[in-house]
């Protein structure tokens, strides 16, 4: 397996796992808002949290592995978003987590969305800027190693 092979798996994992535990955060408040009381939880609703988690986290590959300019990121990013909307509350409504005509229900789901892009999003960002530090950082060392030797 290719380096960037490797990365871009262990970074869909990474996601996985992070959307994952933002789910399940956003789902016991989200359960404790609106179906407060005694109402119990089916199990099933663990094997649709990991399926939306994944399918989510698929959307990882809408950016690329290179330069690009600071608009096409940005709409990258928007692309990224509009997507992750369309499967959580997709998957909301498929799944019966909401009652899609319940405006505060719509909204809740939406900001829950939104609190995990950006809290996901951040974490993913801060490690490709350390691994952007340390390649440069390998690089300068690098390239004074190789004035040594020159000189020598």
């Known amino acids: 397996m290719t380096e960037c092979i490797k990365k871009r798996v262990v970074e869909l994992l990474l996601t996985f796992c ?23 939880l089916d199990a099933d609703i663990l094997w649709q949290l990991l399926a939306m988690a994944f399918v989510c ?19 990258d990013r ?3 978003y509009v997507y992750i ?20 229900m719509l909204a809740a789901m939406t900001l829950g969305i939104l609190v995990v892009f950006v809290s996901v999003s951040f ?5 490709h800027e350390r691994e952007t530090e340390n390649l440069n950082r390998m690089l300068k060392e690098y390239q004074q190693a190789a004035q040594r030797t020159a000189k020598q």
């Open 57 to 75: 986290s698929l959307g990882n590959f809408i950016h690329p592995y290179r330069e690009i300019s600071r608009r096409r990121e940005l709409f």
């Open 123 to 127: 974490v993913i960002r801060r490690l």
């Open 18 to 40: 992070m959307v994952t535990t933002g789910s399940v955060f956003v789902c016991a408040v989200y359960n404790k808002i609106f179906w407060s009381g005694d109402t119990f």
């Open 78 to 80: 928007g692309l990224h």
């Open 85 to 104: 909307n369309v499967v959580v509350l997709g998957c909301g409504y498929g799944f019966g987590w909401m009652d899609i005509e319940n405006i505060f």
